[in-house]
């Protein structure tokens, strides 16, 4: 998809010379993304992965004209990494760290706004678009080049759907993890006009799970500007309310948090709607081909 | 994180909020010498348990004599309190909290909650205060009044004293109104709280405020940086399983059916007891082992997983990204033989180094049923656990 990464994205890794960094950083090298340096404080002007290191993110823009940042920085240390990159107007930001601190995921919302900065994350597994990249930790194997385009919240329940969607035949325009966290940088509906506007795109799978408005306030948006099939799945008919689900996000604080309210408003909306997980891929199928 | 009624507070009054005076005991001497102590006519004894519904079950009750005080206190302590949270089992009660009773005029709710869909901390008030903001909200949306706090600012007294006129705190009440919310949000951003409310924020007598009621709960996430908040933690409120997954790294939660569930990733995990169930299974957890799992955590999640006597199968689910088929499957190895697991154990293996995980897998004498994809583990799940089922025979009832 070619808002968010494509052939010409020029990409940085913050905290690129750690463990986490370096192999996915290296992982996305070999599928083609067009890596063009890093930034680690104090490690500035030697090389990585043979390439320039900087000390900012600032000097690796003016360097490199990077605008694409994969942020590896550990959770106490990512909003300050992510408002770095916003400050020197990187485009698109991918968070995977799992784990900030939710206030600290407010005060970075409340930076970004009036920049033309894209968080995508926290909590996620990122972005990938195959045949030209990615930017994350995801197994860029299972993924193929096709016109299906995903966003999810979970890391694995994407991989699981691309599973089913492979053994149909179904490759993807891109896949981009918006992230499991209550308070993330972009939501459902935004993730959506992107597809929508993609030429590379014929339908889209959102894969929801229970906790929050976004997978209903996402229907209703699509309702009104989406012309392109829309599928979507909510993870959790069976969690107990009241109760955390792995993810910080997820978690049933209201009737209309189930997945079952969610799936019945997105029904009710004219989407199509998987109500098991095991029928995400045929769903997907039949929804093409109406 | 959740933390009692005493200890929000405790927090609470260091951010200028005013509450009854009282004392957390742990006896019912303690009990009487705290109401006397205090002094007042009236005393409330309240049971410290982390749930709601603690009044409907028995466990707020007024005393109106110190003798009184001691005997409610010796009955609430020590009892299991049973409330719509609590399960059927009930939570023993452990201390209480004994304050002086007040003489309710009016009570409202005010509190502050962290909204996804603006991504701010909000301030939420109603005039109906003292019963579950959820029902308002529901029953008369109308009657909630937000505003939303600019993070960058903070939350401003002009935003207090609309919310204050709007739910009718005017007069002498107002400027105690904005102090109060001014006070909760200090207490919520200072201490990275993820939630926070009174409930209910009463008039008592002489026009004074006073919050009868209060709860927070912070976020695990920030509790690295709030020491002071991560000694509040109260394990004996929490379930021992889950604790010690948390120890482990693993994420638990205990539900009430028989399918042991080992998968990794939030999504995955959810979505497959979503599988189980829709097979007509019930699945006994959710436990997410998280990426990077090593052959000794997944062996943990095993033994977590089996602490739970209903458990009668196991399902691991493994779609691996960051994490590899053949560490997976070395640690269910080790589990099967360490822990001597006689029970059947799909698993569903995918994603990195799969052909590598089920050599292991395959190498090994354990009778593993091996499934394809999601849908062949939950009817492979749901089919071992129903014959499972059927051959015990029910015993003979003895007294009818």
Known sequence: ???????????????FTGQHATFHAEEAMKIGTNVVGGVT???????????PVFDTVEEAVQATGADVSGIFAPPPFAADAIMEAIDAGIKTIVVIADGIPVQDMVRVERYRLGTNSIIIGPNTPGIITPGVGKVGIMPSHIYSPGRIGIVSRSGTLNYEAVAQMSELGLGQSSSIGIGGDPVN????????????DDPETDAVLMIGEIGGPQEVDAARWAKKNMR????????GLSAPPGRRMGHAGAIISSESDTATAKIDAMEALGMFVVRNPADIGATVLRAIKS | MNIHEYQTKDLLKHYGVPVPPGRVVHTDAQAATVAEEIGGARWVVKAQIHSGGRGKA??????NSIDEVKVIADEILGSLLVTHQTGAEGRLVRRVLVEQASNIVREYYVGLIIDRATRRITLVASAEGGVEIEVVAKETPERIIREVIDPAVGLLDFQCRKVAYKVGLKGALLPQAVKVMKGLYRCMRDNDASMAEINPLAIVDNDQLLALDAKMSFDDNALYRRPTISELRDFDEEDPKEVEATGHGLNYIALDGDVGCIVNGAGLAMATMDAITLQGGRPANFLDVGGGATPEKVANAFRIVLQDPAVKIILINIFAGINRCDWIATGIIQAMRDQNIKMPIIVRLAGTNVEEGRAILNASKFPFIIASNLTDAAAKAVTEVNNIVQ?????????S
């Not at chain 1, 940088?185 to 929508?196: I, P, R």
């Not at chain 1, 392109?228 to 993870?235: D, F, H, N, Q, R």
């Open chain 1, 1 to 15: 998809m070619s808002v968010l990464l494509n052939k010409d994205s020029r990409v940085i890794f913050q905290g």
């Open chain 1, 41 to 51: 404080p104090g490690k500035g002007g030697t090389q990585h992965l043979n390439l």
């Open chain 1, 185 to 196: 940088g972009t939501d459902f509906a935004t993730v959506l006009k992107a597809f929508e």
């Open chain 1, 228 to 235: 392109k099939p829309l599928i979507g799945y909510v993870a």
């Open chain 2, 58 to 63: 028995g466990g707020v009750r007024v005393g």
């Open chain 2, 391 to 399: 051959k015990v025979v029910p015993l003979k009832k003895e007294h």
